[in-house]
């Protein structure tokens, strides 16, 4: 097979990521001064797919960074119900890669008509989303031909946290920001074939996470189904164990992803856990007894690596899902656009 549109871009998430602070800084800046003016005492999310894990992923950023709460909403609420929700002391983030599904733009209207300040990202700065919205984050990434999203989930997680770094005017997470590009670029170097060798004929998996890391564990998980046909599970590493860990046995796969803040103990504690049950573990950013350590890179701002880890992880499972015989650009029954109600 010649090289996938999925590799290629993959590679292309540091020029993307560089595009994209180059040319949407008075964007970001502008939707951080709203957010200033409005303080406000919630945030909802509208998102889907992997736009909905790079929303869990903002989740925890803004939550310990501005200690502003943050929830999900259900797309369906506006609709399909045509409840209108009560939002004026609220900000509304919505994450779509096309902006065109209709459910998430008529969220994106109503919490505008329940007095939120919407702010929505898209790569389409055109899109129906963008247009319903206050404030728009355009993801400068390029066309994605892909089926399986991997630079426009990066770079909206990007904004994201460019929004959230300038909102709180928090200087050292700007400057973990504007590294990104670089890091990203040491990401694609990373040699995970001990990990790949082991899935090669695996059927599941578990991938475990903690604060904007279990995000990532999602978003890994997804890509394990959707290109590689792998039934995986992300799960937090506190909640595995209230019942998942039950399925794990002698040789039953976990990927564990640390990251080095506050929630790192407990994850070492719940790998070597598993590892003494029989799994096979592999574990980024800490040592953990029985377990294989994976390479990533190391020094970054926690609130930065995750999404650094999953740069890496993209080139990983794309090499992953040929060496299992599948093409990773067109996943079996799906699409680039998903349009839901």
């Not at 919505?94 to 505008?112: F, L, Y």
């Not at 206050?134 to 909206?156: I, N």
């Not at 070492?268 to 574990?283: I, N, P, S, W, Y």
Request: hydrophobic share 45%; glycine share 8%; charged share 20%.
């Amino acid at each position: 097979m010649s090289q996938t549109h999925m590799a290629r871009e993959t590679a292309e998430i540091p020029q993307a990521a560089a595009r994209f602070l180059a040319l949407s800084r008075d964007a970001v800046a502008d939707a951080a001064h709203a957010l200033r003016r409005k303080d406000p005492d919630l945030v909802v999310t509208v998102a889907r797919g992997s736009s909905d894990h790079a929303a869990t992923y903002l989740k925890y950023a803004i939550e310990l960074e501005a200690g502003v709460p943050v929830a999900s909403v259900g797309p369906s609420i506006a609709s399909v119900y045509r409840r209108p929700l009560r939002l004026g002391k609220a900000a509304c983030i919505g994450i779509s890669q096309s902006g065109r599904s209709p459910d998430g733009v008529e969220m994106m209207r109503a919490a505008g008509q329940g007095g939120a300040l919407s702010v929505a990202i898209t790569n389409a700065e055109t899109s129906p989303m963008a247009r319903a919205s206050a404030h728009c984050l355009p993801l400068q990434a390029g066309e994605e031909k892909s089926v399986a999203a991997t630079k426009t989930f990066v770079c909206s997680v990007l904004a994201g946290l460019s929004l959230l770094a300038e909102w709180r005017e928090d200087h050292a997470l700007q400057d973990a920001v504007a590294a990104l590009p670089e890091a990203f670029g040491e990401a694609a170097g990373l040699d995970w074939s001990p990990l790949s060798a082991r899935l090669a004929r695996a059927s599941s998996a578990y991938v475990l996470g903690r604060g904007p890391a279990f995000a990532i564990a999602c978003e890994a998980a997804l890509k394990f189904k959707e290109t590689s046909g792998i039934h995986a599970e992300a799960y937090s590493a506190a909640e595995v164990l209230h019942g998942p860990a039950a399925l794990v046995q002698a040789g039953f796969p976990v990927l564990a992803l640390g990251i080095e803040d506050a929630a790192l103990p407990q994850l070492r504690a719940t790998a070597e856990r598993l590892a003494a049950q029989g799994a096979d573990v592999f574990v980024t950013g800490t040592e953990v007894a029985g377990a294989t350590p994976l390479p990533t890179v190391s020094g970054l701002h926690p609130l930065v690596a995750p999404l650094v880890t999953i740069a890496g992880f993209y080139g990983f499972i794309e090499a992953l899902a040929r060496r299992r015989g599948f093409d990773p650009d067109t996943p079996p029954h799906l699409r680039k656009v998903t349009e839901t109600l």
